[in-house]
């Protein structure tokens, strides 16, 4: 399924772990924009943390959406380490198939948000993949969001609150590739 994207051209840039120097402020910015309403808050400020806690992962995989030379939008991961993916304690029977991407972070610029940015970057992530299935967390705050990776092929698993500070959030869940 190709994302609509009402937007002007962006050109989509795959980075790994040994980018991350050249990367880490885009992501920064990106997810700044993203979450300027929300940037009180002391955990939207550790993000800088988050970026060198993922990038610094071997196998971080991460793309930027461009528009033209301008960093609009980001999404990254990585595999998580295989039978002890944390998502498996939220189901009774879990899959034959296991290897799991963990997608971590998503933003899309202020602008460019319901232009099918956000869809474009998640699927530029997850395609090609070699895991089977793909986790994320939503915020419960955000049921538009959820509703859009259901649409994607996710299914809720459970709930989630990772750090005492963060907002609990719904484990979601899909196989690879995303319908």
């Keep these: 399924m190709e994302?609509?994207?009402n937007a002007p051209e962006l050109v989509v840039?795959?980075?790994?772990?040994?980018?991350?120097p050249e990367i880490r402020q885009a992501l920064i910015d990106i997810h700044r924009d993203a979450y300027a309403d929300a940037m009180d808050d002391e955990f939207n400020q550790r993000f800088p943390w988050f970026v060198n806690h993922w990038g610094g992962n071997p196998?971080?995989?991460?793309v930027i959406a461009f528009d033209g030379e301008e960093p609009v939008a980001f999404a990254y991961g990585a595999p998580a380490t295989a039978h002890r993916e944390w998502w498996r304690e939220h189901l009774e029977?879990?899959?034959d198939k296991s290897l799991t991407f963990s997608f971590s972070e998503l933003?899309?610029?202020?602008?460019?948000?319901?232009?099918?940015?956000a869809e474009l970057v998640s699927r530029s992530l997850l395609d090609g993949r070699d895991e089977d299935l793909v986790v994320l967390l939503?915020?419960?705050?955000?049921p538009k969001v959820q509703n859009t990776y259901e649409s994607w092929g996710f299914r809720k698993v459970g709930d989630r609150q990772p750090f005492p500070d963060s907002p609990v959030y719904a484990v979601m869940l899909a196989e690879l590739p995303l319908k």
Excluded: I, N, Y
């Excluded at 196998?59 to 991460?62: G, H």
């Excluded at 933003?107 to 940015?117: D, L, P």
């Excluded at 939503?138 to 955000?142: A, P, R, S, T, Y």
């Design 3 to 5: 994302p609509s994207l």
């Design 107 to 117: 933003a899309v610029r202020t602008e460019w948000r319901k232009t099918g940015t």
């Design 138 to 142: 939503v915020d419960l705050d955000h």
């Design 93 to 95: 029977q879990v899959p």
């Design 13 to 20: 840039r795959h980075f790994t772990h040994k980018d991350l």
């Design 59 to 62: 196998d971080f995989a991460c």
